[in-house]
């Protein structure tokens, strides 16, 4: 995939305010430069993958903060504070205990956190997707957790039939 489809996957509208986001599992920084390309200059992202080799391929467009860290996001602490807006591309299908690891996540905002989540579109596990999740799973996971997920788009995989791009946030009161 290349950055402007990237781009294009994940497009939609951010809140200014929304300055803050972590890309968790970013490998070689696909996303998180597609991410940037949508933020506000000066914006911060948090470049998080285990693979220090892919880490250093990570970047970003001009007027960006970029922090790279090494670190298994599913297993280690989170070493920042405060987000508002969680990536995951093609990473969220790592995650065993996804209600533990979102829990972990709500720790990092004031329950208005945003999550754009890329994903395959499909629920059958194999050794490289272990613990997938297709849409509608994922609608109603988040809706338990009072947040609506919004497919932004989706596109044809070359391994998996299609996939989907959601913006997930915090349901209206």
């Known amino acids: 995939m290349q950055l402007e489809e ?3 996957l994940i497009q939609h509208s951010i809140p200014v305010e929304r300055n ?3 890309d968790l599992g ?3 920084g696909l ?3 597609a991410l940037s390309q949508l933020l506000p200059e000066k914006s911060l992202l948090y470049a ?3 693979n220090k080799n892919a880490l250093k391929n ?3 467009k001009a007027g960006m903060q970029l922090e790279k860290i090494v670190a298994d996001f599913v297993h280690d602490e989170f070493p920042f504070k405060s987000v508002s807006g969680i990536l995951m591309a093609n990473s969220f299908h790592y995650v065993k205990d996804k209600n533990a690891f979102i829990e972990k996540c709500f720790t990092l905002s004031n329950d208005d956190t ?3 989540i890329v994903e395959y579109d499909n629920n059958k596990s194999n050794p490289w997707v272990p613990y997938p999740i297709n849409f509608n799973a994922l609608k109603n996971f988040f809706a338990s957790y009072n947040y609506v997920a919004e497919k932004l ?6 391994y998996r039939g299609k996939m989907y791009a959601a913006l997930i946030h915090k349901a209206a009161e």
């Open 114 to 116: 945003y999550f754009i």
């Open 20 to 22: 803050v986001w972590a």
């Open 58 to 60: 990570v970047s970003v």
């Open 48 to 50: 998080v993958d285990k």
């Open 6 to 8: 990237a781009v294009q």
């Open 31 to 33: 996303f998180t430069n």
């Open 153 to 158: 788009s989706e596109i044809p995989s070359h």
């Open 26 to 28: 970013c490998g070689d």
